[in-house]
């Protein structure tokens, strides 16, 4: 299993501001994943994150409203840009790891838990 | 179209009672993984368990256990003599080439 650590884990912001969160894991992984969950609801995958070039965003999700880095395998950061109420939501990272062809479980950090007023 | 369905939004039940839950699949590979989530209050998403697409067995893991059944595409999740902390909501998720969630079902265990 995988070590993930998220920070911020929950951060209150004003409207048009942008929040980075960074996302750190204690090994090497395949894949690096960002996650959205909005109050109530499951959660959607935002964006890919590729180590050394740029991530693969999902459907109705962009570059400019996300951006992503991801300058090596342990450590990606996801940036929230000119924010509304509507990105209040739950942003989580997960990662992926293969051994031998077999697929671990996707595993997640603690989240973040950002409310924009 | 919705990858993993989970029909039951919410269920409710007594402390020892037993808890099924729901969870059907689409996917046109023969290779997956089926995975079930848990989310309790405190926010954290914990890994349950895990099933290849070539691997049906059912199996037991303490008070857990799953049945998978591919020729309906579906891999429903048992809690078998409930408890309080099993209060949570689930997540049935399927990995073809990206993990997909279902819509999560909310389990209240009463005292």
């Known amino acids: 299993s995988a070590v993930i650590s998220q920070k911020p884990s929950r951060d209150i912001c004003q409207r048009g501001t942008s929040l980075t969160i960074q996302c750190q894991v204690d090994?090497?992984?395949?894949?690096m994943f960002w996650y959205r969950q909005q109050p109530g609801q499951s959660l959607t995958l935002i964006a890919t994150?590729?180590?050394?070039?740029?991530?693969?965003?999902e459907s109705g999700f962009v570059i400019d409203k996300f951006p992503i880095s991801r300058p090596n395998l342990t450590f990606s950061t996801l940036t929230v840009s000119n924010m509304s109420p509507e990105d209040s939501s739950i942003y989580l990272c997960?990662?992926?790891?293969?051994?031998?062809?077999?697929?671990?479980?996707?595993?997640f950090g603690n989240g973040t838990r950002l409310t924009v007023t | 179209a919705q990858k993993v369905t989970q029909a039951q939004t919410e269920i409710s039940v007594v402390e020892k009672e037993d808890v099924t839950l729901d969870c059907v699949y689409e996917?046109?590979?023969?290779?997956?993984?089926l995975f079930w989530y848990k989310q309790p209050p405190s926010g954290e998403l914990v890994f349950l368990i895990r099933?290849?697409?070539?691997?049906?067995q059912n199996e037991i893991s303490g008070r857990y256990s799953w049945n998978f059944q591919k020729s309906t595409s579906s891999f429903n999740f048992t809690i078998t003599a409930s408890q309080v902390v099993d209060s949570a909501v689930y997540f049935c998720a399927l990995n073809d080439y990206k993990l997909s969630f279902g819509a999560g079902t909310t389990v209240t265990v009463r005292a």
């Open positions: 997960s990662v992926e790891k293969r051994a031998g062809g077999i697929l671990s479980p996707l595993h």
């Open positions: 994150a590729n180590q050394g070039s740029e991530a693969t965003y």
């Open positions: 996917t046109r590979d023969t290779t997956y993984y």
């Open positions: 099933r290849n697409s070539f691997d049906e």
């Open positions: 090994s090497q992984v395949t894949m």
